[in-house]
């Protein structure tokens, strides 16, 4: 395996979120009071990360990141300062005002997506554990997407800010896609609806953290993969989505693999794997926690190390090349996350 320059710099500022999704325990969580990396250290991980990869992306991540503005507005602008683009997925909750808008639109990240895990209030709200969730997520992107159109009529369009719905691939929207797709591009106008696949319930694995029973898993897994083809085939021609037909390949497969199976209720403790091996995060991505420490996917199954000064993380990168190794025969689902995973959903479009 190759030791080319990372791409992707995740970095974590919080593990608390406001709502209660059923995908997700972040919500379950308290944020700990001690080893927490300071500001200060941050930045030092952010110029380290700039000097492994002059053109690299950072990923603000949390829990909710935006509970949190101060650290978040920091980490873009610092990122900005080394010539870093910053992305973000956000739940929508913490922009309600023009004025929340126009500051992410002025100093905030160059592309942001936000959750919306169906195209009706009922379930998404369903999903995400709130009632009246819907109606924040989707009046978030209509302040962003107003704040982005006022910018660009005054001629002063400081960023070309990307603004994404993240939507979540599961039993309950794979029969909608066509709604989803005409609610996000049609109807809100974002620039784009991603899906991402479900895993088993996402967890701060970093701790360790376990769930006896993953219902939400074991009945949201149960996609019929014939139709799911067919949706996805025809939404990609109705809305010109450019899918990947690789990409395409490997969601079908996945839902295949998983329907009808026993124990899913067993999450990730089912010890589930792909057919195939779809994950490249160890070739392109460093996590960094709250408290400093690096590794190569979110997991806790392969080891981590602390960055305690300037050096450690090229140090980290540059000598793990056995671990890398170790990472690349890995088939746990989590490699049909967005962010692991070896494919891109869409082909680029040439002009």
Same mark, same amino acid.
């Given at each position: 395996?190759?030791?080319?320059?990372?791409?992707?710099?995740?970095?974590?500022?919080?593990?608390?979120?406001? /709502?209660?999704?059923?995908?997700?325990?972040?919500?379950?969580?308290?944020?700990?009071?001690?080893? #927490?990396?300071?500001? @200060?250290?941050?930045?030092?991980?952010?110029?380290? =990360? @700039?000097?492994?990869?002059?053109?690299?992306?950072? %990923?603000?991540?949390?829990?909710?990141?935006?509970?949190?503005?101060?650290?978040?507005?920091?980490?873009?602008?610092?990122?900005?300062? *080394?010539?870093?683009?910053?992305?973000?997925?956000?739940?929508?909750?913490?922009? #309600?005002?023009? &004025?929340?808008?126009?500051?992410?639109?002025?100093?905030?990240?160059?592309?942001? &997506?936000?959750?919306?895990?169906?195209?009706?209030?009922?379930?998404?709200?369903?999903?995400?554990?709130?009632?009246?969730?819907?109606?924040?997520?989707?009046?978030? *992107?209509?302040?962003?997407?107003?704040?982005? &159109?006022?910018?660009?009529?005054?001629?002063?369009?400081?960023?070309?800010?990307?603004?994404? @719905?993240?939507?979540?691939?599961?039993?309950?929207?794979?029969?909608?896609?066509?709604? =989803?797709?005409?609610? %996000?591009?049609?109807?809100?106008?974002?620039?784009?609806?991603?899906?991402? #696949?479900?895993?088993?319930?996402? /967890?701060? $694995?970093?701790?360790?953290?376990?769930?006896?029973?993953?219902?939400?898993?074991?009945?949201?897994?149960?996609?019929?993969?014939?139709?799911?083809?067919?949706?996805?085939?025809?939404?990609?021609?109705?809305?010109? *989505?450019?899918?990947?037909?690789?990409?395409?390949?490997?969601?079908?497969?996945?839902?295949?693999?998983?329907?009808?199976?026993?124990? *899913?209720?067993?999450?990730?403790?089912?010890?589930?794997? $792909?057919?195939?091996?779809?994950?490249?995060?160890?070739?392109?991505?460093?996590?960094?926690?709250?408290?400093?420490?690096?590794?190569?996917? =979110? &997991?806790?199954? =392969?080891?981590?190390?602390?960055?305690?000064?300037?050096?450690?993380?090229?140090?980290?990168?540059?000598?793990?090349?056995?671990?890398?190794?170790?990472?690349?025969?890995?088939?746990? /689902?989590?490699?049909?996350?967005?962010?692991?995973?070896?494919?891109?959903?869409?082909?680029?479009?040439?002009?």
């Amino acid at each position: 395996m190759s030791n080319q320059a990372p791409e992707f710099l995740f970095l974590s500022i919080n593990e608390v979120c406001n /709502l209660r999704c059923q995908h997700c325990n972040y919500w379950r969580t308290k944020q700990p009071s001690l080893g #927490v990396i300071s500001l @200060a250290r941050q930045s030092e991980i952010l110029a380290e =990360f @700039a000097e492994l990869s002059p053109h690299g992306k950072v %990923v603000i991540c949390g829990g909710e990141p935006m509970l949190d503005v101060g650290p978040y507005f920091h980490i873009c602008e610092a990122s900005r300062s *080394l010539g870093l683009r910053t992305l973000s997925v956000i739940n929508g909750t913490m922009i #309600v005002t023009n &004025s929340d808008a126009d500051k992410v639109l002025a100093i905030g990240p160059d592309e942001i &997506s936000i959750s919306l895990d169906g195209h009706t209030e009922e379930l998404h709200d369903r999903m995400r554990g709130r009632k009246g969730a819907f109606v924040q997520v989707t009046n978030a *992107l209509k302040l962003l997407l107003q704040a982005r &159109s006022k910018a660009v009529q005054r001629h002063t369009p400081d960023r070309n800010l990307k603004i994404y @719905a993240m939507g979540l691939l599961t039993k309950s929207t794979y029969l909608h896609l066509d709604e =989803f797709y005409g609610l %996000v591009l049609n109807k809100l106008g974002a620039d784009k609806l991603k899906l991402n #696949v479900l895993q088993p319930s996402f /967890l701060h $694995t970093r701790i360790a953290q376990e769930k006896d029973n993953d219902d939400f898993f074991a009945a949201e897994s149960q996609v019929d993969a014939d139709v799911l083809a067919a949706s996805l085939t025809d939404c990609n021609e109705k809305y010109q *989505l450019h899918f990947n037909p690789n990409w395409m390949k490997q969601v079908v497969s996945y839902f295949r693999n998983l329907y009808g199976r026993p124990d *899913l209720a067993k999450g990730w403790k089912g010890k589930f794997t $792909t057919d195939e091996h779809i994950c490249n995060s160890p070739e392109r991505n460093i996590m960094v926690n709250l408290d400093g420490r690096a590794s190569l996917c =979110f &997991s806790n199954e =392969f080891p981590s190390t602390r960055l305690l000064r300037p050096g450690d993380m090229k140090h980290f990168w540059e000598n793990n090349l056995e671990l890398k190794r170790r990472m690349g025969t890995c088939n746990a /689902l989590c490699g049909i996350s967005h962010s692991v995973r070896r494919e891109h959903s869409t082909l680029p479009v040439l002009s």
